[in-house]
């Protein structure tokens, strides 16, 4: 083979890299707020960070003492946190005067920043309940940046159809058919997709290679990659280089897949505060108990 020929097969192979599933992970039991029992996905002894995730928890109880006390008011510094409701209703309130609800496919976005001190109760005293909670990372330059919210209702996030009946909902990011997010964020510039594919169906989908992936399998079994490694429900797989997914449903199957560019940069977390420095941490601390809060 010719050294041009070596080169454009190098380069081919550059234009397609399959990501491989990298690490599985169930999680582990936990409990946050007033006692909300969740499953930590991201944020554990086994996965500390997937950066600029710094933590995942998935809620499902039809048990209403697991999740009734809620979120009682607290603050937030330095990052987001992205909720995402599979089923039930969240009622969120904060110290700027925002309220809402987040019902079922509704996801709030919201960029705490500077400080933010926020409530979120159920709203609802019996029935199923469901969902994530995301925390993502802010650039240090931005994590005093001025807190914001992207709140969007089922109705307005896209639904894309796939040729075989699968439903791909589009919180973030860009579908390989265009489809395009309801949340813009240029921070990490995050993939966020809600997606149901029926037995025997694939999915793939772009993603830049430098940027940090995992899917969450909400209930059926999925096949990664080449390897076809197989993530079953209420597994979260971590997905290895590449700059495309390969996915197929050995079963019915939902699952969402979550992607965006690591940050690289130094952390110091403290429970509600995510900065870089231990002073930065201390500095929350203290602005916070002297009500430098929203
Ligand atoms: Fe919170």
Redesign the pocket.
């Known amino acids: 083979m010719s050294k041009e020929t070596l080169e454009q097969a190098s380069k081919i192979n550059e234009n397609i890299t399959i990501r491989e599933l990298r690490h599985l992970t169930q999680g582990m039991p936990a409990s946050d707020?007033a006692g909300v029992k969740l499953t930590r996905l991201i944020g554990t002894p086994e996965l500390n960070m997937l950066d600029p995730f710094l933590m995942l928890d998935a809620f499902e109880s039809d048990n209403a003492d697991d999740y009734i006390a809620g979120?009682p008011p607290?603050p937030?510094r330095g990052f987001e946190?992205v909720t995402y409701m599979l089923a039930g209703r969240m009622l969120h309130k904060d110290s700027a005067g925002n309220e809402g609800v987040i019902a079922p496919n509704g996801v709030q976005w919201?960029t705490?920043g500077r400080g933010i001190i926020?409530?979120?109760m159920p709203e609802q005293e019996a029935g199923l309940m469901q969902g994530f909670?995301l925390w993502v990372n802010l650039p240090a330059k931005e994590k005093l940046t001025e807190p914001q919210y992207q709140e969007f209702p089922a109705d307005q996030i896209a639904v894309e159809t796939t040729e075989s009946g699968g439903e791909i909902r589009v919180i973030a990011g860009q579908t390989n058919a265009g489809t395009q997010g309801a949340v813009v964020n240029e921070f990490v510039k995050p993939t966020y997709l809600d997606i149901i594919l029926k037995q025997g169906e694939s999915f793939s989908q772009s993603i830049s290679s430098q940027e940090n992936s995992f899917i969450y399998v909400i209930s059926g079994t999925l096949a990664v990659g080449e390897k076809q490694r197989l993530v079953t429900e209420k597994q979260l797989g971590i997905l290895a280089e590449g700059n495309t997914t390969a996915l197929y449903a050995d079963t019915d199957t939902r699952f969402i897949l979550v992607s965006a560019t690591p940050l690289n940069e130094p952390v110091a977390r403290g429970g509600?505060f995510v900065m870089n420095t231990q002073d930065e941490l201390r500095q929350a601390v203290d602005d916070y108990h002297n009500g430098k809060f929203a």
């Open positions: 707020g979120f607290h937030h946190t919201m705490a926020h409530s979120e909670q509600p």
